[in-house]
């Protein structure tokens, strides 16, 4: 019951009214984006929009920004709001209290980003047309990425003050460009979810200085690595937040003085 | 219940508490001292927030340091207002209850009794987010005490509440003590202290000067002399019988004859002496008191020398 307490508290937390306002914005931001745009009238197929829109925007933006902000906001934001007092000071042992908070967190980065690929498919090919595109292996392989990035970032956020400006700066930084560059490419978690979600480039006269780049590399991750990696990611960065979480004192200085 | 063996708590070079040792048991115990003084320090200590740099920290024989046992047991009302805004009392009470093990009607039953202690019953079921400060002391309180625990750690719990409050949660913590729990509140408020306890725990500077009770660590100050007042129509006859006592240091009267104000150092015999010297004279007394025996005079004393 502690458990399901703390779950339902911790995803309603995550769903409060001002962030349930932003997560709603950004389920409909691709959707708008396209209907914006117009790129039907422009006579450019919609499931070539789909493949172009759904990397780029659902998993290379959507996806990572809440994982950032769930991931981290599971912990930190207790800290900083000083609640946590409340919740480690109950007979829970600790990483019952987090592992709870984390599942909420993947499960709203989750929803959010499935159905923003989802209204983007709609939007582009209408509901009978929705096999066309991969959505069903989207809708998949997007919870996985949501559990390998939010135990990252739930691990950040168990380690060092300050988690949601580093993990930014990771997210947009690392995760960006790594996935495109020879060498670091392995080090992305972005790389191994392109792996299990591939999608085409559209065909064009020009070339993003990211697929020239790319193009340089052959692929070198097959799909089972992608799914090893990301499954031990997740394992070993969630087992590791919940040791750290266990052991580390999580008062801050100011109130303990 | 509640042991420190010469504990120390240091925040990199910042001292948090210094070789402290004392025991805590059933009852009230007011930990008291100026801002800064290690108080918070040492409840978080005792309520398994911090471990000690050195030396020990026990509760129940056990560490407390994120043990389920020792919390099972422990019911703590943090300094802190910050809340959870977006619900209500009753559903910051009742997940808190839950988290402590209580479900179904024991639960629901511990949580509105806890609420209407409180005073709270009113205001529970609106969102935390539009409470006073006052209100939100008295949910704090709630959700301490919601799971009856044997020991209550309350830090700053009088903060933010009006006389009526104030009253209402000292009687509360006085139900507590009474059923044979520890509570130990802090504050740097003395007098607000002084009506709830005389047994004390003083802090200055990461260190404990001094526990007991209030009067006979006042008594064992002999630095200072023991002032006592008292109010009579024969001052002046009163006067000169108690300057005979040769523990009396000095008397001083008022020009209106209707007053005495004497120092002594030795005040459990002067105490003793003094109903035998009124009785045998004759002499009215009106009022008397030592404001020696106060908190105020105590930590004076032992703060500042």
Redesign the interface.
């Known amino acids: 019951m502690t458990d399901f307490c703390l779950f339902k508290y911790a995803t309603r937390d995550l769903l409060r009214s001002r962030r349930l306002l932003a997560t709603i914005g950004l389920v409909i931001a691709p959707a708008a984006i396209v209907m914006l745009l117009k790129f039907g009238r422009h006579g450019i197929d919609p499931v070539s929009i789909y493949h172009v829109f759904t990397p780029a925007l659902v998993f290379g933006f959507i996806l990572v920004i809440l994982s950032v902000v769930f991931g981290t906001g599971a912990i930190s934001q207790e800290v900083e709001q000083k609640t946590i007092v409340y919740l480690l000071t109950r007979p829970v042992p600790r990483w019952r209290v987090l592992l709870p908070r984390f599942l909420a967190a993947v499960l709203v980065t989750s929803v959010t980003s499935c159905l923003a690929a989802l209204l983007l498919a709609v939007v582009l090919l209408g509901p009978r047309h929705l096999a066309d595109a991969p959505i069903l292996r989207d809708l998949l392989i997007l919870p996985v990425g949501a559990a390998a990035y939010g135990a990252v970032f739930l691990l950040l956020a168990t380690l060092i003050h300050r988690p949601l400006l580093w993990g930014l700066l990771y997210a947009f930084g690392i995760e960006s460009w790594a996935p495109y560059f020879p060498g670091i490419q392995k080090v992305s978690l972005m790389a191994y979810l392109r792996v299990l979600a591939p999608h085409t480039a559209l065909e064009s006269d020009s070339v993003d200085l990211r697929d020239m780049i790319s193009s340089l590399t052959p692929a070198a991750i097959s799909t089972s690595t992608a799914w090893w990696v990301l499954g031990l990611v997740t394992a070993l960065s969630l087992a590791a937040a919940l040791l750290a979480f266990s052991k580390r004192e999580y008062v801050p200085r100011e109130d303990a003085e | 219940m509640i042991a420190l063996d010469h504990a120390s ?1 240091w ?1 990199g070079q ?1 001292i ?1 508490i210094n070789d402290v040792s004392c025991q805590i048991g059933p009852g009230i115990t007011a930990l008291l001292g100026p801002n ?1 003084a290690g108080k ?2 040492l409840l ?1 200590l005792a ?5 000690p740099t050195t030396g020990t920290v026990k509760m129940f024989g056990m560490t407390p340091f ?1 043990n ?5 047991r ?1 019911g ?1 009302c ?3 207002e ?3 805004d ?2 209500t009392g009753r ?1 910051f009470v009742t ?2 209850t ?4 209580l ?1 179904g009607l024991l639960l629901r039953s511990r949580v509105s009794e806890s609420i209407e202690l409180v005073g709270m019953s009113a205001n529970a079921d609106r969102k935390i987010g539009g409470y006073s400060k006052g209100m939100r002391q008295r949910i704090k309180l709630a ?1 301490a005490i919601a799971h009856d625990p044997d020991v209550l750690i309350l830090d700053e719990p009088l903060n933010g509440l009006d006389p009526v409050g104030r009253r209402e949660v000292s009687m509360v913590l006085h139900d507590q003590a009474e059923n044979g729990k520890t509570v130990v509140v802090s504050s740097h408020i003395l007098y607000e202290v002084e009506q709830m306890t005389k047994n004390i725990l003083l802090m200055n500077r990461g260190r404990l000067l001094a526990q007991g009770d209030i009067y006979q660590i006042r008594s064992l100050i002999d630095k200072h002399p023991h002032h006592i007042t008292i109010l009579s129509p024969q001052a002046r006859a009163l006067g000169k019988r108690l300057l005979d006592l040769p523990f009396v240091l000095s008397v001083r009267m008022d020009p209106l004859d209707s007053r005495v104000d004497l120092e002594t150092r030795e005040p459990e015999r002067f105490y003793d002496k003094f109903p035998e010297i009124v009785l045998e004279h004759g002499i009215v007394v009106n009022a008397f008191e030592s404001p020696d025996n106060n908190l105020e005079a105590v930590f004076n004393y032992l703060v500042n020398g």
């Open positions: 708590r925040y910042v948090g800064g918070s320090t978080k309520t398994g927030q911090l471990r994120a389920p046992k020792v919390l099972r422990l703590y943090p300094e802190i910050q809340l959870y977006d619900i559903e997940m808190l839950i988290m402590a093990g479900q959700q």
